[in-house]
């Protein structure tokens, strides 16, 4: 008993210091915004990204963002969440690890009126109004602008194979819908196989060394889509190793923008890729700051862009990211 | 004979389920027995099936004297996933190949002693003793890689996965040699017999003079080092770690080879050479599956099926059911379930 208290005194003093030495630099820096984000932690070159990202945004902004690493545990990111509203931050990021059972934590922050935005991932909730809005990107809108430049490139006559993410996630899910869309479109367009690379480099290459002999040693592929990046490098080597050159007999489109892709196009061998932008925070900063400037809450769902990126600009991109990642 | 297999027809549910699911798979696609030569390279789907069966073969070769000891190892995916990314990251750094190899291959080994520490001379469980390592493994190849997929260009380490010897692909080169090496080992001394007798009775085995924690400790060891060179083939095969994937679950599918191979988990009689047969079932099944152009949901539904039905082959209860041919060496086929009264001409 007396070991609690101990424990909740000191974490109450601490509590109040921290809320002086905030409201210290409030007053001293007109207005500094004080942000906690509860990361998922680092279980892919992107996520490190998106965290390095939302550092160099914050001090552009000049924000004080407060980092959480949940190693992959929403009860790690329920603890974080309480302890910034414990810290009185001025807003709370969530990259949801789980899309369930956020609803009890969420309302502690809206009951301490603070705003929470959640980051590249939505959750389930019966009560939309426990969040601000999301920052996310539109993974069916990827697949359509994956299929679109496919379509453009080859006047609409193509034969594709698809490398497919894991079965049953539901990126694989919607980037696969948002490509078929542009397929049915156009009547050309066909894709003769597909199957599932599960997202990784040495699936991607085994289930293409497959497709190539599959299909007439390669020569019926017109085009590969995989949807994601690394998937595509993979491929990319079972191509090479089939004596067909990637980028020219079999072009190659992805999802992700990660920096290998970059590199391969730079060398010709990838022809597209739509990026996933690791700037998640950027958008959810503007909102926040626009919405304690004149209270203004923004729309439920900020869709980040799904760019186009070819090889023109890769080897510039490839040197801007090489370091992000 | 020292492969201790009381007849011919005791090997035949594994080798007829591999040429069955072969067969199977030319029916699904006539050219896949097709094989010509592409950069001085063999190149053809019955090539892919040898070469991507390569990493789950050698870890079979190690799983199968493992548990010959009657003992399992779960670490062999994680060791991997060690052993290629420190080849990567070295290579990275700029060491050369001899450097690297000896790196990743210690590694290998160093896991391995651990293992066979805990297992033989703190007598944990195997399969606790094992799990410590599958879990913290991966965690340790994420700490060398610092959480990204760590890239190389050295056409060296490359060579390992896509590279070939007499247009053999290095990958299976490597499996016939460590399978041969293996075999010798345990088949040309008395090696084999102590772990058959460590497997079925590690007291009595003991108090027959066998060093058991010896054997034990060596066999672990053994299995580190033959994962920790599939480690380096998937790695040089992608030219890349990818330490949150590379080896995956791979620890199942050498268990489900060794077992398919027809050697009981309760340790004692092991056959080698059958593991590698039960990986390339399972690999030969994975390569079916992706030219058949099923939809992706079923392929596990399909694997599943067919390994059940090896196992079914093999279940000593089912194989009373089985019409045995007479006569003191039966070399007949064992054929699936067949009612007895095979009547039902067709008109």
Redesign the interface.
């Known amino acids: 008993m007396s070991r609690k208290w101990v424990i909740s005194a000191a974490t109450a003093a601490a509590a109040l210091m921290i809320g002086f030495s905030g409201l210290g630099a409030v007053q001293a820096a007109d207005k500094k915004l004080v942000v906690g984000f509860s990361q998922i932690g680092?279980?892919?070159?992107w996520r490190?990204a998106e965290t390095k990202t939302a550092k160099a945004e914050a001090d552009k902004r000049g924000i004080d963002l407060k980092i959480s690493d949940a190693q992959q545990k929403q009860e790690n990111q329920i603890k974080a969440v309480r302890s910034f509203v414990a810290q009185g931050v001025d807003a709370i990021f969530i990259a949801p690890v789980v899309a369930t059972g956020w609803d009890s934590v969420l309302k502690e922050a809206k009951e301490a009126k603070i705003p929470v935005v959640l980051l590249d991932r939505q959750i389930e909730t019966k009560d939309p109004s426990l969040y601000m809005t999301a920052v996310t990107s539109d993974t069916v809108h990827e697949g359509r602008v994956a299929g679109e430049w496919l379509a453009k490139q080859t006047g609409g006559k193509c034969a594709v194979v698809e490398l497919?993410g894991t079965?049953g996630s539901s990126p694989a899910i919607n980037r696969k819908k948002g490509f078929d869309e542009i397929v049915a479109k156009n009547p050309g367009m066909k894709i003769v196989?597909?199957?599932?690379g599960?997202f990784?480099?040495?699936k991607g290459?085994?289930?293409m060394?497959?497709?190539i002999?599959?299909e007439n040693g390669g020569k019926g592929i017109c085009a590969v889509y995989a949807h994601n990046d690394?998937m595509a490098?993979?491929a990319i080597?079972a191509i090479k190793?089939?004596?067909l050159k990637p980028g020219k007999d079999i072009l190659v489109v992805s999802i992700d923008g990660v920096p290998?892709i970059f590199k391969a196009m730079s060398e010709g061998e990838a022809n597209a890729t739509v990026e996933l932008t690791p700037n998640m925070a950027g958008p959810a900063y503007d909102a926040l700051i626009a919405f304690k400037k004149d209270g203004k809450a923004p729309p439920k769902w900020i869709q980040t862009e799904s760019a186009l990126f070819t090889p023109d600009t890769a080897k510039a991109e490839y040197e801007r990211r090489k370091d992000a990642? | 004979m020292t492969l201790s297999a009381p007849g011919p027809a005791r090997n035949l549910p594994q080798y007829g389920a591999l040429i069955a699911v072969l067969l199977a798979n030319w029916l699904l696609?006539p050219?896949f027995f097709a094989i010509r030569l592409?950069?001085g390279?063999l190149?053809?789907?019955l090539i892919?099936v040898l070469n991507?069966g390569a990493p789950v073969a050698l870890l079979a070769v190690g799983m199968t004297m493992v548990i010959a000891t009657r003992g399992v190892d779960l670490s062999v995916g994680a060791v991997m996933a060690i052993s290629g990314a420190i080849a990567a990251t070295m290579t990275g750094a700029g060491w050369s190949l001899p450097a690297v190899l000896a790196a990743s291959l210690a590694a290998g080994l160093l896991c391995g002693l651990w293992n066979g520490v805990l297992v033989a001379v703190l007598r944990i469980q195997p399969i606790i003793a094992t799990l410590i390592l599958m879990v913290a493994g991966r965690g340790i190849a994420q700490l060398v890689t610092e959480?990204?997929?760590v890239?190389f260009t050295s056409p060296a380490l490359a060579f390992i996965g896509?590279g070939s010897f007499l247009t053999v692909p290095m990958p299976v080169v490597l499996t016939i040699v460590l399978l041969a090496v293996t075999a010798l080992l345990v088949r040309a001394t008395a090696l084999g017999l102590m772990i058959e007798a460590v497997g079925i009775n590690r007291l009595s085995s003991a108090g027959a003079g066998v060093n058991t924690p010896v054997v034990l400790v060596a066999v672990y060891v053994w299995c580190g080092l033959c994962a920790a060179v599939a480690g380096l083939i998937?790695t040089a095969?992608?030219?890349?770690a990818?330490a949150?994937?590379?080896g995956l679950w791979l620890e199942l599918d050498a268990i489900l080879a060794v077992v398919v191979g027809g050697t009981s988990l309760l340790g004692g009689r092991f056959g080698l050479v059958l593991s590698v047969v039960g990986a390339l079932i399972i690999q030969s099944m994975?390569?079916g599956i992706?030219?058949s152009?099923f939809?992706?949901?079923f392929?596990l539904i399909v694997k599943a099926g067919v390994l059940l039905v090896v196992l079914l082959l093999q279940s000593p209860t089912l194989t009373l059911f089985l019409p045995r041919p007479r006569g003191a060496r039966p070399i007949g086929t064992v054929k699936p379930p067949v009612a007895p009264t095979s009547g039902g001409a067709k008109p």
């Open positions: 680092s279980e892919s070159g490190a497919q079965v196989r597909t199957q599932s599960d990784t480099r040495a290459k085994e289930v060394e497959s497709f002999k599959a690394d490098v993979g080597q190793e089939a004596g290998d990642y | 696609f050219d592409q950069d390279r190149f053809g789907s892919d991507r959480g990204q997929i890239t896509s998937v095969d992608i030219r890349g990818d949150n994937n590379a994975n390569t992706l030219l152009g939809k992706p949901e392929n």
